[in-house]
């Protein structure tokens, strides 16, 4: 993409409604624009870096044998009805009358409607196990939105929902994502903490919640230091594998760590002092098993082995993708603006022209971006006629990895420079140079 050709609408001055570094960022550099209270439009950018979250989340949730589809934003509130969540909701469901007086609602989440979906075509248990998941988006009336698309009204989000024959094959879905969770937020280039939570409104014994941790975040959290050291790295994990899975469950979630809905001091004083922590974090996405309480209520039953009807196990898994992005800012950012991390950013490279029609610069530049584009990388190519310095600060606020500076004097000796958005490093190399480094770079991602 060439600069002068995009819709880039960065904002100068510091809006003053937003509270904290990812919302303000995300307004100056052009990613969202408010429509109405909770509720945005995606600009280019933005929307560029929801597409890369919504594909790494469905990756890793297909490697992990779950299967995608789709579901409607609006829903009919008999199905809530049939599960009595339709009063236990409260305000947060957005309800809606259609002209035909029927009761409809904006979807706040799933349970219901794949349990429809289900109990309407699966009849034996030779179908189970099956998890099914979709990423759409999701509407619930906060009191108080705010801090822009961390607590939106409006969100996009990941929900998937396991069927399963017993409590034992449900708590193997529910460690899968565990696993599958775990590596999707690494490919963010987040740690998320998984800590156990509570049920809240949809219920359930065994939860947790994946927590970012961050002076911002909206949950205090509980932990022990050890866990901050693990990481999941490049492991190969065998999602079938029940004893693979649950290793790593156990490794996860075997020290202390919880979010105040669920710490207990005694339990917490037992863990030596040194190694207690206490901080806040932002919840980026929550798993549950609930057992039958949706497959009861709605008749969700598979003929079992021996011919009766059983009701089946299910859980319910959620990544909040939209908030996701103001977790990754608020980990990743300084003064100057965002820092992506190679794994989400929305173009992999910027290219600074520093004296636009100069033809010497006018060509390295061109060739650089062909190059690059021949790669299958995107470069994001600053050829307006604008002051170098006004150009630096555009990059540095949207905060491409990496940044590739072109001038007349750099060409003159064969170079041009190579500079690192986090580490402000720049290195002098010939342009193909530069090109097998940024190439290098994005190899394994
Ligand atoms: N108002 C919101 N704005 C943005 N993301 C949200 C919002 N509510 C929930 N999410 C995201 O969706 C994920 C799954 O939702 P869920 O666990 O049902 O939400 P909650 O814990 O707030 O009831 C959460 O972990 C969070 O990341
Ligand atoms: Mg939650």
Redesign the pocket.
Known sequence: MRLSRYFLPVLKETPAEAQIASHRLMLRAGMIKQASA?IYSWLPLGFKVLRKLENIVHEEQQRAGHIPMLMPTLQSAELWKESGRYDAYGPEMLRIRDRHDRDMLYGP?NEEMITDIFRSYVRSYKDLPLTLYHIQW?F?D?VR?RFG?????E?F?K?GYNFDLTKEDALHAYNRHLVSYLRTYERMGLQAIPMRADG???GGDYTH??LVLAETGESEVFYDSEITDLTFGDRQIDYDDVAQCEAVLEEFTSRYARTDETHDEAVFAEVPEERRRTARG?????IFYFGTKYSEAMGATVQGPDGKPVEVHMGSH???V???IGAIIEANHDDKGIIWPEGVTPFHVGIVNLKTGDAEADAACESLYKALEAKGLEPLYDDRDERAGGKFATMDLIGLPWRITVGPRGLKNGVVEVTSRRTGESEEMAPDAAIEKIIGIYAGL
Not at 282 to 286: H, P, R, T
Request: hydrophobic share 35%.
């Open positions: 909770g989440t999701k619930r906060e939105p698309v961390m607590r939106g009204r969100f989000m929900d809240g409104p949809i919640e994946f932002i919840e980026v996405g929550q959620g990544i909040g939209s908030r996701l």
